[in-house]
């Protein structure tokens, strides 16, 4: 586990990937998708360090979602 110093580094870095995602998600730009996709791989690293398995779990499930968002995405621009 990283120092905490780089920990309160790197959970400042995901909630803000989080945020981004989430404003960039509003003004119709997919590159929120992968914003949320690193954020959430970082979520799920603090969720190893810290034994937290069922928001671990949550956040996997997030990082499936937000990939399928992103290429979702994509088709949905075809179908119209």
Do not use: P
Not at 10 to 37: D, Q, R, Y
Not at 66 to 78: I, L, P, S, T
């Amino acid at each position: 586990m990283l120092s905490q110093n780089w920990m309160f580094f790197l959970e400042f870095i995901a909630m803000s990937l989080s945020l981004i995602g989430t404003i960039l998600i509003i003004v119709k730009n997919k590159n929120g998708f992968i914003c949320w996709f690193i954020a959430n791989l970082i979520w799920i690293y603090f969720d190893v360090c810290y034994v937290h398995i069922w928001q671990g779990l949550m956040f996997i499930v997030f990082s499936i979602i937000a990939m399928w968002g992103y290429w979702y995405w994509d088709k949905r621009e075809v179908e119209y």
